[in-house]
């Protein structure tokens, strides 16, 4: 047999009649409010009474006068007037079920807390740590989860905005401007790129192709040095040719490349064009495989550097904030390892400088966690001074001639 519905809210089933009289609802409201707290409640104060409100107060309580427009009503001896009735009993009867704010904030805490845990464990944000502070978006699981499946297809190697939102959520719309999901991963970007977060549709534009959305395959491009693949593709050809000069392989050429098969088992990776020169300027033709990212790597980059099977990456940055989250990016959608990345070679370049170079030197600007090295970043952050990545040059360089 099914249980009995509830009554409505102030039908008076087991009430008294003399409880539900109009000018007693101001206390059952401030009651019910009170109740609804979750906390304790020994006493509740009533205010805004009228004439008729007072004296339904007082005939409750068995005053000899009226208590007045505002009035604190001690809940025991409100008890002792109700006819072996509770308070939480009447109030509800009359104003309906009770609510438990505080335990409803102490669950949304542990889902807040839950939620924080898995997103900081989620791969691509342990891969790149600066996303850390997309949480404050507070944005729900889904869509934190869609946002963070949008940055592991990145960059999108030219594909239409709506190709790579149809690819990853299904629904090519779902980066279309004004939703959610753009608006989340715009400020992904921004936060990885460390730049303002974009206003207006050409600034959106703007952020997205630097993404390698909808890029130009043609002036999308990479610095090279040291290639010479084997293989007839028509890249290949070229490269071995050209005997390992320094060239320029645009995004086109790599879209007819699935692979390119290098005889030298490592490439250098690096940030800054001026490395890949010097390291040219050494070794000439006998030059190592040197890819450069020349900053943030596009598209041309990262394509090139998964085209690569069984070669092992090694990536040399920057010791600042942008490069230790260069870095990240990096490694993360390459697989590269870091190449004299790690603190020790950051305090000993700075050990170095220190006798002939300046007091001071360029800052280390916002410095977020190095996925490969703890240390790195709070070392950073304690020293406060940056290491550009030509300042190490002639290290690197001699990397190159002592090979794996």
């Known amino acids: 047999m099914s249980a009995p519905e509830p009554p409505p809210p102030g039908s008076g089933t087991g009430v008294p009649e003399r409880l539900r009289v109009a000018g007693l609802r101001p206390v059952w409201r401030a009651l019910h409010e009170r109740l609804s707290s979750g906390h304790p409640v020994s006493r509740v104060r009533v205010t805004g009474l009228g004439e008729e409100e007072q004296a339904a107060v007082a005939d409750l309580l068995g005053l000899d006068r009226y208590p007045g427009p505002s009035v604190t009503l001690d809940v025991a001896r409100l008890e002792g007037v109700l006819g072996g009735l509770d308070v939480r009993t009447v109030t509800e009867r009359i104003a309906g079920p009770l609510d438990d704010r505080r335990r409803r904030r102490a669950e949304r805490q542990v889902e807040r807390e839950e939620l924080a845990e898995w997103f900081a464990s989620h791969p691509v944000v342990v891969a790149e740590p600066a996303l850390l502070a997309l949480f404050a978006a507070r944005a729900g699981r889904d869509l934190l989860g869609q946002a963070l499946d949008v940055l592991a297809a990145l960059p999108a190697a030219g594909r239409p905005l709506a190709a790579l939102a149809a690819g990853v959520t299904g629904d090519p719309h779902a980066l279309d401007d004004g939703t959610r999901l753009s608006s989340l991963v715009m400020k992904a970007l921004s936060v990885l790129y460390d730049v303002p977060a974009p206003e207006g ?11 390698g959305v909808a890029c130009d395959a043609l002036s999308t491009t990479v610095l090279t040095a040291g290639l010479r693949p ?9 490269l071995r040719v050209w005997d390992g000069r320094p060239s320029v392989i645009t995004l086109a050429q790599l879209g007819d490349v699935p692979e390119l098969r290098l005889p030298e088992p490592e490439v250098f990776v690096v940030e800054n064009p001026t490395v890949l020169a010097l390291a040219w300027q050494r070794y000439g033709t006998a030059c190592p ?33 942008e490069g230790l989250r260069i870095a990240a990016y990096t490694m993360a959608k390459t697989g590269a390892e870091p190449w004299r990345m790690s603190t020790a070679d950051y305090l000993g370049a700075l050990d170095d400088r220190a006798p002939t170079g300046p007091a001071g030197g360029p800052g280390v600007g916002r410095v977020t966690d190095a996925p490969w090295d703890p240390e790195l970043g709070p070392a950073m952050r304690s020293r406060g001074l940056a290491v550009p990545e030509e300042v190490v040059a002639e290290r690197l360089l ?5 090979g794996p």
């Open 201 to 211: 549709a050409q600034a959106r534009r703007a952020l997205w192709e630097r993404a």
């Open 230 to 238: 084997a293989g007839e593709e028509a890249l290949a050809r070229v």
């Open 289 to 321: 495989p040197v890819v450069c990212t020349s900053g943030w790597p596009n598209s041309a980059v990262i394509r090139l550097l998964r085209s690569l099977p069984g070669t092992r990456l090694r990536y040399h940055g920057d010791f600042d904030g």
């Open 398 to 402: 001699d990397d190159l001639a002592c």
